[in-house]
């Protein structure tokens, strides 16, 4: 089985989020093994340095990787499925990098094989670990024709 690897910046902790993810990463137990990387988030207010220093971190822990990012190219979930069948075939990178509350660095943008947006609305950085966990789920039951996507 194919790990596919969630990077992100700083860690779950609105219980509700934390919530979804273990129930995500359950629920996904069947079809892929899930592992979450967590790159310690930068301290102060300063977004330009926040973004330097967890993009660094980023760049020490991800291979080649593909960046959710709200520019990024918007699928429906049909189409992410397809992207996920072509993670675990190996033809895109399985590293999905998440930025942290100030976004990532341009060497970050730089850096990804490919951009996706979960969505054109801006969420909170903890937030979208819980879509994306949801979306995953909802990709792999579509590939494997179970009734979850309506």
């Known amino acids: 089985m194919k790990t596919i ?4 910046v700083g860690k779950s902790k609105e219980p509700f989020v934390l ?3 273990e129930k995500y990463l359950k629920l996904l137990k069947p079809y892929a093994d899930i592992e979450t990387v967590e ?3 930068a301290r102060g207010t300063d977004s330009r340095m926040a973004r330097q ?3 660094a971190r980023i760049l020490e822990k991800a291979r080649a990787y593909i960046l959710l990012d709200e520019s990024g190219e918007e699928m429906t979930s049909l189409e992410f499925a397809g992207f996920l069948r072509e993670m675990i075939e190996g033809r895109v990178p399985r590293d999905l990098v998440v930025g942290g509350p100030f976004g990532v660095s341009e060497a970050v943008r730089k850096g990804a094989v490919k951009q996706v947006a979960l969505s054109r609305l801006t969420f909170t950085h903890q937030m979208v ?3 994306l966990m949801e979306q995953i789920f909802r990709a792999f039951t579509i590939l494997k024709g179970r009734p979850y996507h309506y």
């Open 129 to 131: 670990r819980l879509v």
């Open 5 to 8: 690897r969630l990077i992100w």
């Open 53 to 55: 220093e967890e993009g």
């Open 39 to 41: 790159v310690k988030e």
């Open 19 to 21: 919530g979804g993810i």
